[in-house]
């Protein structure tokens, strides 16, 4: 059983979107195909957004949620999802079977300030 609301802490590096969640053994997981745009548009408002954001996430609607994510196809083992709002499309990849045991049908998510003066960045570098 999984929670019903998960968070990540993305950040960029070296110019590419990724984060680290030792919980599930992912280190600068990088965010590819058409997620990194969609993340620009979610972190639009938050100053320092390079330097880490919070990103909540579930398969269920939540209050204030940004986006809506709609499967469309699985493709090289990841799966491509559909923000119909804004037209795009990204392939989340293999690394979603860490959160999920299947790929969910829609994903929710909101992007939000860190609330504190430290980066999401790990120390060591």
């Known amino acids: 059983m999984s929670n019903a609301m998960m968070v990540i802490f993305p950040y960029r590096y070296e110019h590419t979107w990724v984060f680290d969640d030792e919980g599930v053994g992912l280190v600068r997981e990088p ?26 996430f579930s398969v269920n609607p939540f209050p ?5 994510l709609v499967w469309l196809r699985e493709e090289y083992g990841g799966n491509w999802y559909r923000w119909h709002q804004k037209n795009m499309e990204g392939w989340l990849c293999p690394a979603l079977f860490k959160y999920f045991s299947e ?10 300030k860190l609330h504190s003066s430290l980066s999401a960045i790990p120390n060591k570098l």
């Open 31 to 56: 965010f590819v195909s058409g997620i990194p745009a969609m993340i620009d548009i979610l972190v639009q408002d938050i100053p320092n957004a390079d330097k880490g954001f919070k990103l909540l």
């Open 103 to 112: 790929p969910p049908i829609k994903i929710y998510s909101k992007a939000e």
């Open 64 to 68: 204030g949620y940004q986006a809506e």
